[in-house]
């Protein structure tokens, strides 16, 4: 996913906030802009419908000829949150959100709000911080007053405006709160029942949409829009409106062309019943009751465009009764029925979800069109130019590693070749393309290494038996470590009981593209014949190593971590250097960080001055990069400690890279956060090196191999490309 492509999230404050119509409205008024818009609802409620049926993708697609990705069904989510996989699902989104492409900006519609959706909430939560997406909140007064409104938003805001993600709030369906079943009309006392309907075709008071305009940006929000409820934008088609109530046609008569705008419960006498005989109103009695069966059709008749007849409790209408009927019937009124009593009847149509269907183009245009009229877009000029460095999520960061080794499959020795996890991690990475696995062990070792998995020997892995080849890199080695005193006895030595020393011969050799290890072995015993074999790149004179940090909200790189035990002024500059240079490489934009027991000159002694020095050299050598130091962790780390500790610091506050003082303090930091904070680290990855090979922890997981084999490629990548230019 690009970092120049800036994502805006629109999530609900809470139930029945109309979340979808707000979203495609919000879309349509970006698009009066000069501004290339996307759109993506990454999840869908339809669990047993095709998810290219989605309501908001499908109006996209057919509104404004969008190419929308396919959501995720709600019921594969829910399993994957319920096995504590969001970060596996989160991937997919991310995913999902760079297949979108030539836009400036994407509308991401969240999930809504509903009892039956147990992780709605987190969902939000989770999308937001994965795609580092600015927050348009959609709220609703929903029976509140404007104050009472306010306070909840600020609830419902607090963790977005916290982490800065905060945009704008959008009030949606401002005085539907004078009427909760405003659809379905219960029959009234004729005068209530007058003024009923008086009051439901009376346009919403613009003081009233002023009150809650105002108490949005009283309490510190920036208003996005504020949009009256107009109960004709949710007139149901009849077919979709029995549907949902599970009626059948009787006499289906002209019912494709027809809405429902109101519901009229007619239980009492013909003569306090007829001013109910409305237009576009769908009259609900039940079949007994032919005197208003016949009122119903004369009105029909005589110019009323009555939306049909509903005959509620199983009770059907006498043959005479539907005969007297026949000329209405003929001119296309629509006669159903339903099970249900007419009191039940009222209850249902009183809860039925009025959703716009995805099949339904002219509600779904006239509802766009109408809520993005109320947007204001004065805004989004400055909202685009306002370059914030984007912070790289764990699940927008591992779906960055396979997609960029995927794109070019590279060769990676893997000595532990019977090691589980190793072949666990060698399976999944050929079969997602992530590299090609050279496994170093006897094949009949292998197969029975995975036999003992339950698994069968995966297709796309390459198994290379040591006691084949390892003589024919003796010369080779000798010829490589002659100034050393190698002789060809300790090579035959080395290269016959050390596979990690033979798949660096084959790496030194380029018969592969990159190695990685350590599951089993030491750091000492991948790092060293590293450095003896394929030496650093040019430029470089020294190795070192870096960790990235899946925090919950951003990836950090931590370095060194695992080589270099007390390095110099001069070493700490340049892993500072190296490093920033790597998390540029990887799409984390560079603000470093040289941590230190003190800040600027608050702390005294000769480890703080080395840092300082350390800085100044840093800086000099890679001009343009925000480098700042000494800072303390939560100096570097924390916004308000910032701006009392380095005010002014382009780097406090807001650091991606971390280099520490020297190894002691970055080892225990590393695992002091990775365990306390329950976060995933990826490395330590080697830099400075003339071809990539990577160490791994020896208490790593199975993701842990795939994804620094994933970045292992990437590295060899790199390095073919300036191989290619050089």
Not at 113 to 137: G, I, R, T
Not at 237 to 244: H, I, M, S
Not at 310 to 334: D, N, R, W, Y
Not at 594 to 604: A, D, F, P, R, V
Request: some cysteine; overall charge neutral; aromatic content about 4%.
């Amino acid at each position: 996913m690009s970092n120049s492509k800036r994502i805006l999230c629109v999530i609900p404050d809470g139930h029945n906030v109309g979340l979808t119509s707000v979203s495609l409205g919000l879309v349509k008024a970006l698009l009066r802009t000069k501004w290339r818009v996307g759109f993506l609802k990454p999840f869908t409620l339809a669990h047993a419908d095709d998810p290219r049926n989605e309501v908001s993708s499908s109006a996209m697609r057919r509104l404004f000829g969008m190419k929308v990705p396919n959501p995720i069904g709600m019921r594969e989510a829910e399993k994957l949150m319920g096995r504590g996989q969001g970060d596996v699902l989160m991937e997919q989104v991310v995913g999902m959100c760079a297949e979108i492409e030539d836009v400036d900006v994407v509308v991401v519609e969240g999930v809504a709000a509903a009892p039956e959706l147990f992780y709605s909430k987190q969902l939000n939560s989770m999308l937001v911080h994965a795609l580092d997406a600015d927050v348009v909140m959609v709220c609703a007064p929903n029976g509140k007053t404007p104050a009472e409104m306010a306070e909840a938003l600020e609830v419902e805001c607090r963790e977005f405006v916290e982490s800065g993600n905060m945009l704008g709030v959008v009030v949606n369906k401002i005085g539907r709160s004078r009427s909760v079943r405003n659809f379905a009309k219960n029959a009234l006392p004729p005068t209530q029942a007058r003024d009923f309907a008086r009051k439901e075709r009376t346009p919403v008071n613009d003081d009233l949409v002023r009150h809650f305009s105002k108490a949005v940006e009283d309490a510190g929000f920036r208003l996005l829009g504020a949009l009256p409820w107009r109960q004709d934008l949710v007139a149901p088609r009849l077919e979709d409106f029995a549907r949902g109530i599970g009626a059948q046609f009787v006499r289906h008569g002209n019912y494709k062309n027809v809405r429902v705008r109101s519901l009229s419960f007619c239980h009492t006498s013909v003569e306090r019943s007829l001013y109910l005989l409305q237009d576009d109103a769908l009259v609900v009695t039940t079949g007994d009751r032919a005197d208003v069966i016949l009122a119903a059709a004369m009105a029909s008749v005589s110019g009323v465009r009555v939306a049909g007849i509903l005959l509620c409790g199983g009770v059907e209408a006498s043959q005479a009764t539907l005969g007297a009927c026949e000329k209405a019937f003929e001119i296309g009124l629509p006669l159903l029925s339903a099970s249900p009593d007419i009191f039940t009847m009222a209850g249902v149509c009183g809860d039925m979800k009025l959703d716009v269907p995805a099949d339904d183009p002219e509600a779904m245009e006239e509802s766009v069109k109408a809520h993005a009229e109320r947007f204001s877009t004065d805004w989004v000029d400055a909202y685009m130019a306002d370059h914030r460095p984007h912070r790289m999520s764990p699940p927008e960061f591992r779906n960055m590693l396979i997609r960029r080794a995927k794109s070019s499959v590279k060769r990676i020795v893997l000595p532990e070749g019977t090691e589980p996890r190793t072949l666990q991690a060698a399976a999944v990475c050929a079969r997602r393309g992530i590299c090609v696995p050279v496994l170093l062990a006897a094949p009949d070792e292998v197969k029975a290494a995975y036999a003992g998995l339950r698994m069968d020997l995966p297709e796309g892995i390459e198994i290379v038996d040591p006691a084949k080849i390892w003589e024919r890199y003796v010369a080779p080695l000798v010829e490589l470590r002659k100034a050393k005193g190698m002789t060809e006895e300790q090579a035959r030595e080395l290269l016959s009981k050390d596979p990690v020393s033979l798949g660096t011969m084959m790496l030194k050799l380029d018969e592969v593209d990159g190695l990685v290890s350590g599951a089993v072995h030491t750091t000492a015993n991948t790092i060293r014949p590293a450095m003896q074999f394929v030496k650093t790149a040019p430029g470089c004179k020294l190795v070192s190593s870096i960790f990235f940090m899946g925090m919950p909200d951003q990836m950090l790189v931590f370095g060194d971590c695992a080589v270099n035990i007390n390095p110099t002024a001069d070493d700490l500059a340049q892993i500072a250097v190296e490093s920033a240079k790597t998390a540029m490489a990887f799409g984390i934009e560079p603000s470093v960080a040289m941590l230190s027991y003190s800040t600027g000159k608050s702390g005294k002694g000769p480890d703080a001055e080395l840092v300082a020095e350390a800085t100044a050299k840093a800086r000099e050598l890679l001009p343009g990069v925000p480098i700042d130091g000494p800072l303390q962790y939560d100096a570097a780390l924390v916004k308000d400690v910032a701006a009392q500790k380095a005010p002014g610091s382009p780097v406090a506050g807001r650091a991606t890279v971390m280099i520490f003082p020297n190894l002691n303090a970055g080892n225990i930091a590393y695992k002091a956060v990775q365990r306390a904070a329950h976060v995933v680290s990826i490395g330590p990855m080697l830099q400075g090196l003339a071809k990539p090979v990577n160490d791994l922890s020896r208490g790593c997981l199975v993701e842990d191999i795939v994804y620094t084999i994933a970045l292992t490629a990437i590295q060899a990548q790199t390095v073919r490309a300036q191989a290619k230019q050089g």
